[in-house]
């Protein structure tokens, strides 16, 4: 058990639809990192905060968007959802701001079906 | 898109036998990591070398890297079943302004009792 909690495990829901992923990181941990992992692209990386601040931005589509919140949890959002965005998403979190240099902890995912 | 490329896809031993999984990458790298991830679930973190370090040994994992040929390889000695797993390399970059973790697709290992 990493110490970092999603909500919810699954989430099946429908083209066009909007969604929200949860993430709790490790206590103490200030950054929040979101991947995202599906057969054909792999696992990219979306976005990272820190401290309630964003730090790092990567493959994120305009349709979703992120936020840390002052008690550090973070949420996913997802919105005109297609096909497409079938995958595996993944928090993981960090001591500090460097997502490079510090490990990061993974949480166990949640898996979104769009049907 | 994908910056390390990990070889072999997937790897088949036995148990006891050792398992070898090398990585490459194109550009260069504050440090290299390597991640296991058992079915479906979350990453795991292994070892993490940096780039100014040749070899780097964590229990029964032995990581070397070569920044001069890009590349870095991944020893588990004495495979056991519960090894099996695929694993991550993942490169430490400077990347579009922002200091990123990119991922490799990944070596699956299975370890036959």
């Known amino acids: 058990d990493s110490g970092v909690t999603q909500t919810p495990k699954h989430l099946i829901t429908a083209t066009g639809q909007r969604v929200t992923l949860r993430c709790s990181p490790r206590?103490?941990?200030?950054?929040v990192y979101w991947y995202q992992q599906s057969l054909d692209q792999g696992l990219q990386f979306l976005i990272q905060y820190y401290n309630g601040e964003e730090r790092a931005k990567g493959n994120i589509l305009e349709r979703f968007s992120a936020q840390q919140f002052p008690d550090l949890h973070s949420e996913l959002n997802l919105s005109s959802l297609e096909l497409g965005d079938s995958a595996l998403y993944f928090c993981?979190?960090?001591?500090?701001?460097?997502?490079?240099?510090?490990?990061?902890?993974f949480g166990p995912g949640t898996r979104l079906t769009v049907l | 898109s994908q910056q390390g490329e990990e070889d072999p896809q997937a790897l088949s031993i036995q148990e006891g036998e050792n398992a070898t999984m090398n990585c490459s990458y194109k550009?260069?790298?504050?440090?290299l990591q390597w991640y296991r991830q058992n079915s479906g679930r979350g990453l795991v973190h292994l070892i993490l070398?940096?780039?100014?370090?040749r070899e780097k040994h964590s229990g029964r994992l032995r990581v070397t890297l070569d920044t001069s040929k890009k590349s870095s390889s991944l020893l588990i000695t004495a495979s056991r079943a519960a090894d099996t797993a695929s694993y991550f390399c993942a490169t430490g970059q400077f990347s579009g302004g922002y200091n990123k973790l990119i991922f490799g697709a990944g070596t699956r290992l299975a370890v036959h009792p």
């Open positions: 206590s103490g941990d200030l950054s």
């Open positions: 070398i940096r780039s100014n370090e």
């Open positions: 993981a979190s960090s001591r500090r701001d460097s997502g490079v240099t510090d490990t990061q902890y």
């Open positions: 550009t260069s790298i504050n440090n």
